[in-house]
Every structure is written in C-alpha cells, then in structure tokens.
C-alpha cells in the first residue's frame, strides 16, 4: 500500500506539473477535438487560475480542490478510468455501486491531485510535436519535465477518442510507469480484501482529507 502511495504521489505531481506549465492573461476556450491542443490549453488555463487565486489557495489550501475540479477533471474520463481500475469486479457489482464508485474515485483523484498542485514549482514542460491523429482512437501525447541539474523526466498521457470525437485523458505514464495500471492492480486487491462498499468508503475517507500546503521557507 505504502509503496502504490508513493506511485500514485509522484505520478499526480507530475500530472500537474504538466496541467500547469505555461501562463496565459486570460483563461482560453479548450479545443477538445484536438488532444495535442487539449492538454496544452488546459496547462495554461489551470496555471492561471492557480496564479489569480493564490490569495486564496494562502489562506484556505482546500481551494486547490476546486482548482483541480474546474480546470481540470472536465477533460479526464473518470468514468473509463474507473471502470479500468475495478477491473474484473466491474461484473460483480451493480449499477448502482458502479456509479458510488465512478464518484468516489472521482472525489479522491481531485484530492490527490490538490494536494499534489502543493508540490508546483518552476520547472519548464516540453511538449512533444503533435502527429496526425484523424484515423486514431486513443493517443499518446509526449512529454518531458526539465529540471535544472536533473535527467528529464519522460511522461506520456493517454488520451480516447469518445463517440462525438471529442477527446479526454484516462491515464498518465510516468517513466514507464502507468497510473492506471499500478491503481487497477490495488483497488482490485482491496476489493477482493474488502468489497466494494468498503472501497468506495475509504475513498470517500481519502477525499474528505485537507490539504496541506507547506510554507515557502521549509520547501527552500
């Protein structure tokens, strides 16, 4: 548990890093029928709504929630990417826990994600050339974080073609590590363990949490 803890950390940092890389003066509309264009729009969107509300986020960090809410989880299939981690025990379950569960992950990726937001630096994002996409069903959309002094780290998002064309991220692949995978692989071992009202219930738990944001001075 420690260990996919740890994982899922870096992994949601990362993912934010990228969410957040370049500022623009005014929030842009989101071309979702582009997924190169998507991921880069949502960057600059989310890195400006940090920057106009810091006062805020200063004086009340569980504002990062609805940071993260707004900016970012309209463009992640929650529901795919919930459906993928239940894996086998989709079948098991009925509708009405499959739709608990599709808000209960839900809730606890705007958790982890606010509370990775605290982890923002300055390090550059380095987007990769976009290829033709027109005959394609999922993508992947490169990416490397550049960190004075560091290797760049390699991520890769995973993006699905939905039913109207439109596109929306479902997984992040952080040096060859996926999220998806390694969060399939632990939930449904605590589904096995546990069942799934129990699951949906520590996630529940998990979102409830604050966030906690560290001073300037201790992350100098």
């Known amino acids: 548990m420690r260990m996919f803890n740890q994982i ?3 992994t949601a940092s990362l993912f934010l890093l990228v ?3 370049t500022a623009h003066s005014q929030e842009v509309e989101v071309n979702t029928m ?5 991921v880069e729009t949502v960057a600059n969107n989310t890195f400006d709504r940090f920057h106009h509300d810091f006062a805020i986020i200063e004086t009340n960090p569980d504002h990062l929630k609805v940071i993260v809410s707004d900016e970012l989880m309209p ?5 795919y990417a919930s459906y993928k981690v239940m894996g086998t025990y989709l079948r ?3 509708k009405e826990q499959r739709e608990r569960f599709v808000e209960a992950f839900k809730g606890y990726l705007i958790s982890t994600y606010a509370q990775a937001f605290t982890e923002y630096t300055d390090q550059k994002v380095s987007f990769a050339r976009a290829a033709d ?16 002094g560091r290797p760049p780290i390699k991520l890769q998002f995973r993006v699905r073609r939905l039913k109207d064309d439109s596109w929306k991220a479902f ?3 952080a040096e060859g590590v996926s999220l998806l995978a390694s969060k399939s692989s632990e939930i449904s071992n605590l589904i096995r363990q546990k069942g799934i009202d129990a699951v949906i219930a520590e996630l529940d ?3 409830k949490a604050s966030i906690h944001r560290e001073s300037a001075d201790k992350k100098a």
Do not use: G, N, W
């Open 8 to 10: 899922f950390k870096l």
């Open 19 to 21: 969410f957040s890389a």
């Open 34 to 38: 582009d997924p190169y264009v998507m």
């Open 75 to 79: 463009y992640i299939d929650t529901k």
């Open 92 to 94: 098991k379950t009925t």
């Open 133 to 148: 996409f027109s005959k394609e069903k999922m993508v992947s959309v490169d990416v490397q974080i550049i960190d004075a």
């Open 171 to 173: 997984d992040l692949v």
């Open 205 to 207: 738990e998990r979102t």
